[in-house]
Nanobody, 123 residues
């Protein structure tokens, strides 16, 4: 059974940090790629960071050097450490798994999704 449940969102001031977690089912953790995506208000969903089963990582240019994606397969959890947050990072953040096609950071290529967790960064 596929399951992804995000947590860790909240409100923070610019320059602050948050760590998002995504609890995944044993079936889901074996998927080739898992990643974090976000959807700002009135904008399209976009890729943030993706990790493969070997630990390879891909980041959007806008978060490179500030965000770190990691996975703990033993504890069935995907993480996103977000540092130096900016107001433009405000969005609903989703974790996703099972990439099927296209760019690894393109949300259209992912098959399974969580329900999302809100991140709000104030200036």
């Amino acid at each position: 059974q596929v399951q992804l449940v995000e947590s860790g969102g909240g409100s923070v001031q610019a320059g602050g940090s948050l760590r998002l977690s995504c609890a995944v089912s044993a079936y889901t953790v074996g998927r080739n790629y898992m990643g974090w995506f976000r959807q700002p208000p009135e904008k399209e969903r976009e890729g943030v960071a993706v990790i493969d089963t070997a630990g390879g990582r891909w980041y959007a240019d806008s978060v490179q050097g500030r965000f770190t994606i990691s996975r703990d397969n033993a504890n069935l959890t995907l993480y996103l450490q977000m540092n130096s947050l900016k107001p433009e990072d405000t969005a609903m953040y989703y974790c996703a798994a099972d990439w099927r096609y296209g760019s690894r950071l393109d949300p259209r290529g992912y098959n399974y999704w969580g329900q999302g967790t809100q991140v709000t960064v104030s200036s």
